[in-house]
């Protein structure tokens, strides 16, 4: 028996100015797009932010629906729109924030399992790791590459 180990490498942040310039203007395109969430059930706005390689920003809230799971993440919404938008260009950085009552949470947003693989099989799709900003209003948190945040994943490999 092998006893094996995975290591989650963090970086953290106190105030938003510690990011670089390109990284803040992530974030804040994320805040506003969780403003403008259509999050009437849960109430729990999601905004994300993906930067791509040919430099375009592309934005996504959840959008929920009255059928639950017909309502899909932040994330996705993004992510999705990027490759409708742009396919095959890599994304470089994506930011999340998430606010309730239209406070943001002092605690930084973090993407759930399914957004996770998505976003892992669309780093997988370039060459270049994807950034991964984790913001919160006391705590942000940078993931070098969304393989990080996701060991043991589920790739198109396993299909064939
Ligand atoms: N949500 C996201 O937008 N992203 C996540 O990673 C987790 C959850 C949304 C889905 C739903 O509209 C609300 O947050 C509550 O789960």
Do not use: W
Request: proline letters at 5%.
């Amino acid at each position: 028996m092998k006893q094996r180990a995975y290591t989650v490498r963090l970086f953290e942040y106190d105030q938003l100015k510690e990011l670089k310039k390109e990284q803040v203007l992530l974030v804040n395109s994320a805040i506003k797009a969780a403003r403008d969430a259509y999050a009437i059930y849960s109430h729990y706005h999601v905004g994300a932010a993906v930067r791509l390689a040919n430099g375009e920003i592309v934005i996504g809230s959840n959008q929920e629906n009255a059928a639950y799971p017909s309502g899909l993440c932040a994330e996705r919404v993004a992510i999705f729109y990027a490759g409708a938008r742009y396919p095959n260009v890599p994304i470089l950085s994506i930011a999340i924030v998430a606010m309730h009552d239209e406070i943001i949470q002092k605690e930084p947003a973090v993407p759930c399992g399914a957004c996770r693989q998505v976003m892992y099989e669309k780093e997988s799709q370039g060459d270049a790791p994807m950034e991964v900003i984790l913001y919160g209003s006391q705590k942000i948190q940078i993931i070098k590459q969304v393989a990080d945040l996701l060991p043991l994943p589920f790739k198109k490999e396993s299909l064939s």
